[in-house]
């Protein structure tokens, strides 16, 4: 028969079967949180210490022997113990080993239910800092795109038919707006979720003299949670963080589904570089954006875990739950999986090359500038817009009908559909005018574009 757990087995004469030892363990995963269950631990004994709930001389030796676990773990040298069940367990285990009974102080007033939601919330504390500075050096790369091609023009899209012409600059500033909003998000997260569970002990608090604001401090949250019935409970910031990430996941893969639509032989908009691409093992000629595609993917496993720890969470009576260890391969994977996704994008963005005379001749093309013409018939002539519309799509007919495009009809042409053009028209149908007219704020016009550019410098320092 198998011995009872050592931590909690004193009511227990057997031990576990294999399969509930195998259901319950969660050491297989949450060893990530090791780094953060040794600091909130090393937290807690100062604290035990400087209250008096504990002797000094434990509390060192509690700490200093949490080090040599921490650098055991660290070194790979560690056995950790499906027994033992979870990272908590395992570390206070072989701390006993090492320092013997003074260990076996460090649990008191506070449980595993308080020790999981610390570890856990300086662990996505953490995953929140690294994609804020992945961000920034996302959206720095897409700056200096913006800033390289403020005045190359492309083709605007709706419904993916050429709409009006636009410059590089604007699109790729477009995409700074989404990312700079991502980080944002990113912050607030960081700061609505920045406060300290320890000390809620199982769920009620506890009778010890504990000091929580010294650990929130010392954990470096802004203060300690004020309900410990909430503190043990809340996976609000999990889901948050994988809200945040699913937000920008998305915006990730409607960048990449536009690389990989501009890398095609039939656009060619961008070349992407070797670095972020790959071969066919068949076709030779094939150079695949396969980045793009899995950073488009990605989004799939990141809301996918946003609405599993959603449905994992919604049915829970306060406060704790063994429902709620599921809470962590959800959020390992999907910040994983982000992180990756934001530095592929960002290496991507630096790397590729716009084929700058593919795009202005794609801009010129599919009548681009036929709302130019229309507006122009307004001002010019004093049409009312409906009518200016109305003769702008009979050239465009006409045009059609020659095929050609706009500038290439003659002004007796143009004449004949309308009597009050006159040759000034043309100025308007050029790509260069067209954007450069086109300076109402947040227009796509380069000078508007350079102001945009200027101002997220200075925000990003
Ligand atoms: N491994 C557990 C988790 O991740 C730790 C908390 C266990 N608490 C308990 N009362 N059994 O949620």
């Not at 009511?11 to 294999?18: H, I, L, T, V």
């Not at 949180?33 to 000094?56: E, P």
């Amino acid at each position: 028969m198998r011995s009872s757990n050592q931590m909690w087995g004193g009511r227990f004469s057997a031990g576990p079967d294999a399969i509930m030892e195998a259901i319950n363990a969660s050491i297989g995963f949450d060893k990530r949180l090791a780094a953060q269950d040794i600091a909130g631990s090393r937290a807690h004994a100062a604290m035990l210490a400087a209250t008096g709930i504990v002797s000094d001389s434990d509390a060192k030796a509690i700490r200093e022997g949490l080090l040599t676990v921490l650098s055991e773990i660290e070194a790979g040298e560690f056995a950790f113990s499906t027994a033992l069940e979870d990272i908590h367990m395992n570390v206070e285990a072989r701390l006993k080993d090492i320092i013997g009974d003074p260990a076996g102080r460090l649990h008191t007033g506070r449980s595993r239910n308080d020790q999981v939601a610390t570890d856990f919330r300086l662990w996505v504390r953490d995953q929140l800092d690294m994609a804020e500075a992945a961000l920034v050096r996302l959206l720095q790369a897409c700056l200096a795109q913006a800033e390289a091609g403020a005045d190359w023009v492309m083709p605007g899209f709706t419904h993916l038919q050429t709409a009006q012409p636009v410059t590089w600059g604007h699109h790729m500033m477009a995409y700074v707006e989404m990312f700079g909003r991502d980080l944002s998000r990113v912050r607030d997260a960081r700061a609505r979720m920045n406060e300290c569970p320890l000390g809620a002990a199982a769920l009620a608090g506890t009778g010890f003299p504990i000091d929580r604001h010294m650990t929130a401090r010392d954990l470096g949250f802004d203060r300690p949670m004020s309900n410990s019935l909430d503190a043990v409970s809340a996976r609000d910031f999990a889901l948050e963080f994988l809200s945040v990430a699913s937000i920008s996941a998305m915006h990730l893969s409607r960048l990449a589904e536009e690389l990989v639509i501009w890398s095609s032989a039939q656009f060619r908009f961008v070349t992407l570089s070797d670095r972020f691409s790959t071969g066919s093992s068949i076709m030779p000629q094939k150079k695949n954006p396969d980045a793009a595609e899995l950073i488009r993917a990605k989004i799939g496993r990141i809301f996918g875990a946003n609405v599993a720890l959603m449905m994992v969470m919604k049915g829970l009576p306060l406060a704790y739950s063994k429902d709620m260890q599921e809470d962590k391969e959800q959020v390992f994977d999907a910040s994983d999986n982000w992180l990756l996704a934001l530095a592929a994008m960002e290496g991507m963005v630096r790397d590729m090359t716009a084929n700058v005379p593919v795009l202005e001749a794609a801009a010129a093309s599919g009548f681009s500038t036929a709302t130019d013409l229309a507006d122009w018939l307004v001002r010019e002539t004093g049409l009312p817009f409906r009518e200016a519309h109305h003769v702008t799509g009979a050239l465009v007919a006409l045009a059609e009908e020659k095929g050609c495009d706009l500038p290439d009809l003659s002004l007796e042409e143009m004449q004949a559909v309308h009597a009050d053009m006159t040759d000034d028209v043309f100025d308007v149908l050029g790509v260069h005018n067209s954007v450069a007219s086109r300076t109402s704020l947040g227009g796509t016009a380069p000078v508007r574009v350079r102001e945009q550019i200027a101002r997220w410098k200075e925000v990003l320092g």
